[in-house]
């Protein structure tokens, strides 16, 4: 099956600092997603983003789906960034997500 | 988009029983989901709940450990049988209303004693 891996799987972060988190898919996919876990445990959607680049405030994401991977950027961070980002993809038409390990994310005020 | 809700939202339980977790989206969906998160990992796909049908399970997943039920479009249960503190999860279900983006609920966190 598809294998999903991100990186760094450790992160921690000055407030205020930007970061870069990389998910790399091993087959061709028919969706991607991002998903910020935050301390509660609630799974939070990100984006949506097969291919191309996407932005939501001081969160962006580009896939590149010819070279199977997905960055996700962090700018100004901030300690409710904290938590765990999965990116999870899609990659026949079962409609079931197979996620990666995550990045754990910690944000010091 | 979609809203889920999950009942119970929390769980403390004997080994040798069993639970069962609701599942509720706001709207009628194609595809309801249910995964698992032991401590300290990831996600794992349990099964597709399939409305009208048996669930389709991943491998490694039974019928017998993990009924299923889906009796409309827009709810589902997981039942967690005969548990042991193996089974101490978070428990989510998920959604894909009309476009392909995957909605969960806030998961149901269960502990075995």
């Known amino acids: 099956g598809i294998q999903v891996e991100q990186s760094p799987p450790d992160l921690i972060l000055q407030e205020g600092a930007n970061s870069t988190l990389r998910c790399n898919f091993s087959?061709?996919?028919?969706?991607l997603q991002w998903f910020h876990q935050n301390p509660w445990g609630q799974l939070i959607n990100l984006f949506y983003?097969?291919?191309g680049t996407k932005q939501n405030g001081r969160l962006s994401a580009t896939t590149v789906a010819t070279e199977r991977y997905s960055l996700l950027y962090i700018s100004s961070s901030q300690t409710t960034d904290s938590g765990v980002y999965f990116c999870?993809?899609?990659?026949?038409?079962?409609?079931?997500?197979?996620f990666g390990q995550g990045t754990e994310l910690s944000v010091k005020p | 988009s979609a809203v889920i809700s999950q009942k119970p939202s929390r769980d403390i339980c004997q080994r040798g029983t069993s639970l069962t977790i609701q599942c509720q989206v706001d709207?009628?969906?194609?595809?309801m989901f249910w995964y698992r998160q032991q401590p300290g990992q990831s996600l794992t796909l349990i099964a597709t709940?399939?409305?009208?049908?048996?669930?389709?399970?991943e491998s490694g997943f039974v019928i017998d450990k993990f009924p299923i039920s889906r009796p409309n479009l827009t709810f589902s249960t997981l039942t967690v049988s005969n548990m042991s503190p193996e089974d101490s999860s978070i428990y989510l279900c998920?959604?894909?209303?009309?476009?392909?983006?995957?909605?969960f609920g806030p998961g149901t966190r269960l502990t075995v004693l």
């Open positions: 998920s959604a894909t209303p009309s476009t392909d983006t995957q909605y």
């Open positions: 087959d061709s996919v028919n969706n």
């Open positions: 983003i097969p291919s």
């Open positions: 999870a993809v899609i990659y026949n038409q079962g409609g079931k997500l197979i």
């Open positions: 709207s009628q969906v194609t595809m």
């Open positions: 709940a399939n409305q009208g049908s048996e669930a389709t399970y």
